[in-house]
């Protein structure tokens, strides 16, 4: 890697799922894997194409259960373009002798260069080289061009360009065993000479998706049309001159019916493929494009962690772009990129949206009303569970209904076992949370006041609803329910699943309380009478939630704050045993279930859960709400509950080194750079053994944006200002970046030894506040201001 570009040295089978997921190409709309164009899907390869909120439902029979499961559709794979050359068989690095060969990864321009030296059967050679993108200027198009060159002979050679209909959901071992016929009634002709297509729809969401492929080459060249069941295709036969270059373009549209403002997704694919430009004019559209996608992302970090933060940036946007605020879609786990957890959608936008809403607000205003739109369905699936309020599904899809599978595969022991993390209720408060953020961010006060308000307030009233009221503590308490943690699932020997008063999930749904109070008291008197009036709200239910927001019950044991009910009492793990016999322990659960064991049975965490708060709300603030609950948490004892955690998890999830991190950058300084480096390195060298080829982890990409967005500033946008608290690391502690707010765009922050400036860019806003320390400092459109860090 450089500042600039990512680059691939060689062809090696076993890095070749990691790189397709991280070169994939995208723009929101759809995204395709950096897969070879001239390889279909086998052991090694895995050209995935996916369109963002595109689902389909199939059922599996699984350990003699029959189970539906949702998943993002694999759809017809656009990229088949191959190479022989005479009568010889196709060219493909697994086939024939490869001289050399080079990816490049472009983030700044959305563009992925291949580079292979083929040598064929009678040893003549042949240089390719192909250029891709997915079009960030027009959402529909992505663009192939191939030059091939012929070494030291002259001859005939055949390309073939295809659309392949064929695919299946097959990219992640563990789901191979379930059904994965995703595509139905495919159909494939031919349009004008140079263009075939291919239509299909999807079998349970009954999605019509429509493909079309220009292919051009610039060179005297003779066509025919090679349609097999399955696959629209075109044989080019030409001459290669020796020395010379040949380029063939191929262009292609992507249409389905979710599509607005189109009549049928295979018209439109052909319509739009025929109007296409050529590829200088597409690829300078496209570039323009990203241009103005990196100046609203402006991010200066000159170290080691610049290109890394550079590419993790490059995959948020190319998964959540400004095509996103058309999109009825939520933050897919793993992005565009791979079909691991199916293309769900989680928390993750926890992790998301906060560096969202201070660079495209638009696109997290869209990423919210994906759950607004389902509201409908939480509340509906909390009135089934004899419950009040909206209790939103740990995993959702296309409409809101919980998507968790009732098994899961445990892959060494090969046993399928019962899934409670549907028990993760807290998933509610990081709608809540987001919502805030959002509203903080932005300054949009309209959307807090319909939509957002409306989720707040039929999450607190489920939080409200689910707390029970415990004489002998004279506390609320939530029971039955599972963590961040997602290893503790029950208790030792229990005969139901969930745990009662995980930490996090009270204290958090005591602040969703409490700030949905707030915003119904600071809303126009109005507008929160037609709301209260329309939901059925009234004083006594009111009263309730204060009385609730202030008495949830928070467990300690010896001195630290307890992550349940009941964790101290659990027996503590060899942790330095298992690492001796197994080396790498992040998925300890999976370990102790195929010893026969369980975790439940131990202080053992798989990734943060009590500390999460610590990322989630200042020191400050976080110290407010235990005050609230009744409970003073000094630094000291902060300091004491991040030890006991950090000595007891195996992070076995990517978001737990960020966490920690981002944490300890406050708690223990000395030791957050460890975590920081894992965080930013967790994709790029797939420490969690193979995951990352099944798509990248989407909210630890965008978590270590907001790092040093603003976890190292310690920037929030409460209470209409602009607050900081810098806790620079000595690996990050010079860098600058520029965010959106309250409608200014380009405000300009940089962090240095000892300093941190601000400047507000020439505007027709109003000044803002920014406050470090006890310094408030106004600042109008066009003033910048240089503060001094407080000794510490």
């Given amino acids: ?213 220009r292919t051009v080459a610039d060179a005297p060249v003779e066509t025919a049309d090679t349609h097999s069941p399955g696959h629209a295709a075109q044989l080019l036969r030409l001459w290669l001159t020796d020395g010379l270059t040949v380029t063939v373009d191929k262009t292609i549209a992507l249409h389905t019916s979710h599509d607005q403002a189109i009549k049928d997704p295979l018209e439109a694919a052909v319509d739009r493929v025929a109007r296409a430009g050529d590829f200088g004019t597409l690829l300078a559209s496209h570039r323009t494009a990203w241009a103005r996608l990196w100046r609203n992302a402006q991010l200066d970090v000159p170290n080691s962690a610049g290109p890394i933060l550079r590419l993790h940036l490059f995959h948020v946007l190319q998964t959540l772009s400004p095509h996103t605020a058309e999109l009825d879609v939520g933050v897919p786990a793993r992005g565009l990129h791979g079909e691991a957890y199916r293309g769900h959608v989680f928390w993750d936008e926890l992790f998301v949206l906060p560096y969202l809403n201070l660079h495209f607000p638009e696109a997290s205003r869209a990423l919210l009303t994906y759950r607004h739109r389902r509201l409908e369905r939480a509340c509906r699936s909390a009135r089934d569970a004899g419950l009040t309020g909206a209790m939103y599904p740990w995993q959702s899809g296309s409409d809101g209904r919980e998507e968790t599978q009732e098994l899961h595969l445990n892959p060494r022991s090969g046993r399928w076992l019962p899934d409670h993390s549907r028990l993760q209720h807290h998933v509610g408060s990081a709608v809540a949370y987001n919502v805030l953020q959002y509203c903080e961010a932005s300054g949009d006060t309209e959307f807090l006041h319909t939509k957002g308000v409306e989720m707040l307030t039929q999450i607190a009233r489920f939080w409200a609803g689910l707390a029970g009221y415990d004489d002998t503590l004279g506390r609320y308490r939530i029971r039955g329910v599972v963590g961040p943690d997602e290893y503790h699932d029950a208790y030792p020997g229990a005969d139901a699943p969930g745990l009662d008063d995980n930490t996090y999930t009270n204290v958090t749904a005591a602040w969703v309380l409490a700030r949905t109070l707030d915003v119904l008291r600071e809303m126009p008197e109005l507008p929160r009478g037609e709301l209260l009036e329309r939901i059925r709200l009234d004083k006594s239910e009111l009263d309730l939630w204060q009385d609730v927001s202030r008495r949830l019950h928070v467990p300690f044991h010896r001195g630290v704050i307890s992550q349940f009910e009941g964790y101290g009492d659990l027996a503590e793990l060899d942790w330095d045993g298992y690492r001796d016999r197994y080396g790498d322990i992040r998925r300890l659960d999976r370990i102790l279930e195929a010893e026969g064991d369980s975790v439940n049975r131990y202080q053992a965490s798989k990734q943060a859960d009590t500390l999460m708060l610590g990322y989630l709300f200042s020191p400050a603030e976080l110290a407010g709400l235990f005050r609230r609950l009744g409970h003073e948490v000094d630094d000291v004892l902060w300091r004491r509950t991040v030890d006991h955690y950090l000595h007891r998890t195996s992070h076995g999830s990517t978001l737990s080194s960020l966490v920690h991190g981002w944490v300890l950058a406050r708690a223990r300084r000395a030791e957050a750079w460890r975590y920081v480096h894992e965080a930013l390195h967790g994709d790029v060298a797939d420490l969690q053994g193979g995951t990352t080829g099944e798509g990248i982890h989407l909210g630890a990409m965008a978590g270590t944006l907001d790092l040093v967005q603003r976890g190292l500033t310690g920037l929030e946008t409460r209470g209409g200002a602009l607050r900081l608290d810098p806790a620079p690391l000595p690996e990050l502690s010079e860098y ?57």
């Fill in 736 to 792: 600058g970046f520029a965010i959106r707010y309250h409608g200014h765009q380009g405000v300009q922050l940089r962090l240095s030894a000892g300093w941190v400036s601000v400047t507000v860019p020439m505007s027709d806003a109003g000044p803002i506040d920014i406050v470090l320390a006890d310094r408030t400092v106004t600042l109008t459109p066009g003033e910048s201001c240089t503060l001094t860090l407080p000794a510490g």
């Fill in 1 to 213: 890697m450089d500042d600039l570009t990512w680059d691939y040295e060689g062809y090696d089978p076993a890095e070749e799922r990691l790189r397709e997921s991280l070169c994939t190409l995208g723009n929101g709309y759809f995204a395709t894997r950096g897969a070879a164009p001239e390889c279909a899907a086998d052991s090694v390869h895995y050209p995935g194409t996916y369109a963002a909120g595109l689902y389909d439902r199939l059922t599996s029979d699984v350990a003699g259960r029959q189970v539906d499961n949702e998943d993002m559709v694999n759809l017809p794979n656009w990229l088949p373009l191959r190479v022989r050359t005479g009568t010889g068989t196709w060219l493909t690095p697994d086939t024939h002798r490869l001289l050399d060969h080079r990816l490049r990864l472009d983030p700044g321009a959305g563009t992925l260069e291949r580079t292979a030296r083929y040598e064929d059967e009678e040893g003549r050679r042949l240089a390719v080289r192909q250029l891709r993108l997915v079009h960030m200027a027009d959402p529909h198009l992505a663009v192939l061009r191939t030059e091939v060159t012929a070494e030291g002979w002259s001859g005939q050679v055949e390309i073939e360009s295809a659309l392949d209909g064929t695919v299946t959901n097959s990219g992640v071992e563990r789901y191979r065993s379930l059904a994965s016929q995703h595509l139905a009634e495919v159909r494939t002709g031919s349009g004008a000479p140079d263009t075939v297509w291919l239509s299909c729809r999807t079998v349970g969401s009954d999605i019509r998706v429509g493909l079309a492929a």
